[in-house]
């Protein structure tokens, strides 16, 4: 049996000791995290100002609660993982993992985690400023806010295993930045990130359903900010597991196939 | 085949790399078509190696050794052919095997850049389930054979070439595998630190009955170590055998050493007639002689010269080896389908 809390526990020492190394690189990740929301946050408050104080359904402090929920949820399910892999296998440094008797996926899922553990405790009071700056309001309830936290752990395990399967391109090709770009584009769009799903229309909505987009960030956001009622969180919780599951069948057979391809190039 | 450390048998990797011309048509044309050439890194190998032996594996850059450790690491599928390490098949690459094993190559691999060297450590002793106690047993052993004391708490990045080969070397053998497959383990190293390196390799092999395979640049690694050589070329298997033999095989010449007793004003027309005389001076003169002509080159520079002493050699193993390669490409060209070897 794998002692896989001891093996945790030495990864995250190793994951933490590397990320305070680049402190200056990662309060400049950082700022990128928190101003990008924050643009969204201007425009569309401002937009639902000259509206009357409306736009699409959404008040000016509804606007600003969707916004600074999606901050903090964009921040809980991030990765660099597609970036971060093609490095390895295009440096060669894979090569070190693979002889490891231990998958090299441990490797990245305690790097992620560790880095959102440390840079949470920037996000959190940046949150703060601004909440206390934009004033948010939100038709929410306590239920909402403890959902919040099962549902955001799982759109943040769906999108590390996206673009983990992603990844996998780099066993085929060494730029993967091509394929990246060319999946940032619907995810921009259909995980809320530009405008929250709710002002699309009907159809896209419609679409946006049946892609994996939604589940990795706009849906936690809809249930902090009570835009989903506790009776139809399962639904969504259901659509998360289901494409959980589909991607955990595509990242292993990427794997097993890619690993097959691997040059091994320089070390 | 069970019984053996590694057996390989007609094991191929062949690289298809991407053939471009020059200029802006051709790229073009790649687009549309991309044209790609076989490369036979790895071209048919057969080896047996028993368990404890250290063989040392000799070929020219490109000739297919790190392909072939690589291989047999599990790190690259074989094109084709068959493989077996400690009768696991590499490419699985089975918890059960990569315990087992080791491949230290001349760059980073196993240390984590960014963290002190200690912590490197106790990560892979985790992940490879070394108990406590040993893992503090060994560690000191490597520590203080390896004099890493004063670099266990520096991060890897600052350390120096050699300084990190010497922690790379530890933090491969801290799950004390059966096999170590060592790629240039010394390269980078000073005389002394490389003769450590050697005196560890060896007292390792005899301690633990470890398996090793070792390429090197270094012939006196190879000489220190290896009673057996593997050499390969454009992915062949060239000779396999002890290290004498090969040197007594692809030598065409030996060398004779003459120290003169005296005055010998003409020793240099004697010795010129007799062989290729490489240097003379102050009473001391080498000459290369064909081989099959030892005997009477002998018998002639006794005959004719005031030998005070005189000893026949082999030339050294570099200049062997150098020959063998030399010779190779001679008869086969870069690139030629019908390279034969001499394989033994």
């Known amino acids: 049996m794998i002692d896989w809390i001891s093996i945790y526990r030495a990864q995250f020492a190793v994951t933490f000791g590397a990320q305070l190394q680049y402190r200056a690189s990662l309060a400049i990740w950082l700022l990128g995290l928190v101003l990008a929301p924050v643009i969204s946050l201007v425009v569309w408050t401002t937009v639902a100002a000259s509206g009357g104080g409306q736009a699409g359904g959404f008040s000016q402090g509804e606007f600003a609660a969707y916004f600074l929920a999606l901050l903090v949820a964009n921040h809980l399910t991030f990765t660099w993982v597609a970036w971060d892999f093609e490095f390895r296998v295009r440096n060669g440094s894979l090569s070190g993992q693979l002889l490891r008797p231990v998958d090299p996926i441990h490797a990245n899922i305690a790097d992620n985690v560790t880095y959102k553990v440390i840079t949470l405790l920037a996000v959190v009071p940046a949150t703060a400023v601004l909440a206390w700056a934009f004033e948010p309001a939100a038709d929410t309830s306590w239920l909402n806010l403890v959902l919040f936290l099962p549902v955001v752990a799982l759109a943040a395990t769906l999108r590390f295993l996206v673009e983990y399967s992603l990844a996998m391109a780099a066993f085929w090709t060494t730029r993967v930045f091509a394929i990246n770009d060319l999946y940032y584009v619907p995810l921009f769009f259909f995980s809320g990130q530009l405008v929250p799903l709710a002002l699309l229309p009907d159809w896209v909505r419609a679409v946006g359903n049946l892609l994996p987009f939604r589940w990795m960030l706009s849906f936690p956001v809809e249930v902090a900010i009570g835009r989903v009622a506790p009776s139809e969180v399962p639904i969504g919780v259901a659509c998360q597991l289901a494409w959980i599951g589909a991607f955990l069948v595509v990242r292993s057979m990427a794997w097993r196939h890619g690993v097959r391809r691997y040059s091994a190039v320089g070390a | ?344």
């Open chain 2, 1 to 344: 085949m069970n019984d053996l450390a590694v057996a390989t048998v007609r094991l191929r990797k062949t690289y298809q790399v991407p053939v471009r011309q020059s200029g802006i048509a051709a790229s073009l044309r790649s687009l549309v078509r991309r044209t790609t050439r076989d490369v036979h890194a790895v071209d048919g190998l057969s080896l047996s190696i028993a368990p404890g032996e250290i063989t040392g594996f000799l070929g020219p850059n490109g000739a297919g050794k790190t392909t072939t450790l690589k291989m047999l690491a599990g790190l690259l599928y074989p094109t084709s052919g068959e493989v077996t390490v400690l009768g696991h098949v590499p490419s699985r690459r089975e918890p059960a095997f990569l315990r087992q094993i080791t491949l230290v190559m001349g760059q980073r691999n196993q240390l984590q850049w960014d963290i002190p060297v200690a912590d490197s450590f106790e990560l892979n002793r985790t992940v490879y389930r070394v108990p406590a106690a040993a893992f503090r047993r060994t560690l000191d052993d490597l520590a203080s054979l390896l004099d890493l004391g004063p670099l266990m708490m520096k991060p890897v990045r600052q350390l120096s070439l050699g300084e990190r080969m010497k922690c790379e070397i530890a933090v491969a053998l801290l799950h004390q595998p059966r096999i170590l497959f060592l790629d240039e383990p010394t390269i980078g190293l000073d005389v002394t630190m490389q003769r450590r390196i050697r005196a560890f390799v060896a007292e390792y092999n005899r301690r633990h009955g470890a398996t090793v395979l070792l390429t090197s640049h270094y012939m006196a690694d190879v000489e220190a170590l290896c009673k057996r050589v593997i050499v390969i070329h454009h992915g062949r298997l060239l000779f396999d055998g002890e290290l004498s033999a090969l040197v007594a095989r692809f030598s065409t010449h030996k060398t004779i050493a003459i120290d003169l007793d005296g005055d010998a004003p003409d020793a240099r027309a004697v010795l010129e007639r007799i062989g290729e005389v490489v240097s003379i001076e102050d009473g001391h003169a080498v000459v290369r002689v064909p081989k099959s002509q030892t005997a009477r080159a002998t018998g002639e520079i006794l005959a004719t010269l005031p030998v005070a002493d005189l000893s026949v050699e082999d030339p050294p193993v570099d200049d062997v080896i150098e020959r063998v390669f030399a010779s190779t490409r001679d008869a086969t060209g870069d690139g030629d389908a019908s390279h034969e070897g001499v394989a033994g």
